[in-house]
């Protein structure tokens, strides 16, 4: 088995065509990533989580995750320490 041929095509992958695609997990649960496909017959080789935007996903699921804590139980509401 040759890793480098399309296993739909069977054609020698030697770049594929990268294109950015939403990956959802739940109605909450959304990242953006991209989808690998063959240039000959544009067959999906894989699909992976966009490294560069990965950081600022979670960060704004934290950032979100944080704002319901305090609306829930301000007692959690961390002090500025620039107060
Ligand atoms: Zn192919």
Not at 20 to 47: H, K, M, Q, W
Not at 48 to 74: A, C, G, H, S, Y
Request: include cysteine; charged fraction near 25%.
């Amino acid at each position: 088995m040759n890793l480098n041929k399309c296993p739909k095509c069977d054609t020698a992958v030697a770049k594929v065509n990268a294109e950015p695609v939403e990956i959802v997990f739940s109605r909450t649960d959304r990242y953006r990533g991209f989808s690998y496909a063959c240039p000959n017959c544009y067959s999906v080789l894989s699909i992976e989580m966009n490294p560069l935007t990965l950081k600022d996903d979670i960060l704004t699921e934290i950032q979100e995750l944080r704002q319901v804590t305090q609306e829930v139980d301000p007692e959690t509401v961390v002090e500025n320490p620039q107060e």
